[in-house]
């Protein structure tokens, strides 16, 4: 099923590919058995801010799992299926717009205006529209923000959503400032996974990023996630030119001990955030670095819906993944889909186009009335985000409006 929407998606443009004709070429050692197929990337390296000025570089590193292996899934509703065949089963919920830090990459420096606490979903309205999701297909949630944690009623959200039938994950997306203390309960209530947000091992950096104090709470965070058996802990950090740039290969070596999975992401424009191609760090960049810091680097096998670039290092209980929408997008096995804090259902994270779910509910909406506007906006999904110094031309809400 998904090989033949894959093909179906990828033969309407005969004309797509990636990266460029002409460049240099390295290749990284994949893990054997798997699938591996060579991928172009237009890295863009040594930027000066002139579209023109940038030298390119191919890395043979593509380790999808073979889309003829995958298993068929007749079970998608035609609601999450797009224009384009892809299968949306995966969504993601903000449940909040507030967080205790500022990052400078999610809220711009006069903050953000909040909306209105009767305007955002409650407990009951996410339940009843996360089981319309997951009862038409969707087996992965991801809780997002703002910063979730600091929903009070995040247990009972989280004991909700793991007893619907058909959830496979429930995961949650967080700065790790009270999760410490949180995370024993949010286990007990069904949290299978967690993510947490940390751009620099610098206590001082950290405060000059967030605005705020913090770090120490942060690792804390991590080493308890550890401690609970969670595995991987995803840590998820934003790399910008001149801020944590010389930071990549310290990230790298949290992985060697514990079942750390550091996640390098490149810098995205949203509303607010002041993006500037200069301080993008392209995922060849960073590649060039962590081989030569670890060469025994290598390529694991990819979902063809993951968003990551996944890596493992001899000798390291962890991995490192790199996640490069700006450089080499991964539109063509996207399967997400979210729904904002003020219930917007939004298809698209760099798309500006939303429609509203919590009106139709408040004004009475059958389930099957729910179904044909989510269907109508998942059929409206385009096939691939724009570029990246078009998306910062466009439109759209700062990063702690939309959730992360």
Request: glycine share 8%; charged share 25%; proline share 4%.
């Amino acid at each position: 099923m998904i090989a033949l929407i894959t093909r179906r998606f990828l033969s309407k443009f005969p004309g797509w590919r990636f990266g460029f004709g002409q460049s240099n070429s390295l290749l990284v050692n994949c893990e054997a058995g798997s699938h591996c197929a060579s991928r172009s990337t237009n890295g863009q390296v040594n930027f000066s801010g002139n579209l023109n000025e940038y030298s390119t570089r191919t890395y043979e590193t593509s380790c999808a799992t073979s889309l003829d292996n995958q298993p068929k899934d007749n079970t998608v509703s035609d609601m999450l299926v797009d224009s384009f065949g892809r299968l949306h089963t995966y969504f993601r919920i903000s449940l909040t717009e507030r967080c205790n830090l500022r990052c400078q990459y999610c809220m711009p420096a006069d903050g953000v205006e909040l909306t209105p606490n009767a305007q955002l979903l409650t407990n009951a309205e996410i339940l009843r529209l996360a089981n319309l999701f997951v009862s038409s297909g969707v087996n992965k949630i991801r809780l997002t923000g703002g910063e979730p944690t600091v929903r009070k009623d995040i247990e009972d959200i989280c004991m909700g959503l793991s007893k619907l039938k058909g959830l496979e994950t429930l995961t949650m997306t967080t700065n790790g400032i009270t999760l410490a203390r949180k995370l024993p309960r949010l286990k007990e209530c069904g949290l299978t996974s967690v993510n947490i947000s940390l751009d620099t091992l610098v206590p001082a950096k950290f405060e000059f990023m967030t605005r705020r104090k913090g770090h120490e709470k942060v690792m804390n965070s991590i080493n308890a996630a550890v401690d609970l058996g969670y595995n991987p802990v995803k840590v998820n950090g934003v790399v910008m030119r001149g801020f944590n740039d010389d930071e990549i290969c310290d990230f790298v070596d949290l992985t060697r001990e514990k079942p750390i999975n550091v996640r390098f992401i490149e810098f995205m424009p949203f509303d607010g955030n002041v993006w500037n191609v200069k301080k993008l760090v392209p995922y060849s960049e960073m590649m060039d670095r962590v081989i030569k810091h670890v060469p025994s680097i290598k390529r694991l096998q990819d979902h063809p819906t993951d968003t990551a670039k996944n890596f493992a290092i001899d000798g390291h209980q962890g991995r490192v993944s790199f996640i490069t929408s700006m450089t080499e997008h991964f539109c063509a096995g996207c399967n997400r889909l979210r729904i904002l804090a003020d219930g917007n259902f939004k298809v698209c994270l760099f798309g500006p186009s939303e429609v509203s779910l919590r009106d139709p509910l408040r004004h009475g909406a059958e389930d099957d009335e729910l179904m044909e506007i989510i269907a109508a906006a998942v059929k409206r999904k385009k096939a691939l985000h724009a570029g990246m110094f078009d998306l910062a031309k466009t439109a759209n809400r700062p990063m702690i409006h939309i959730g992360g």
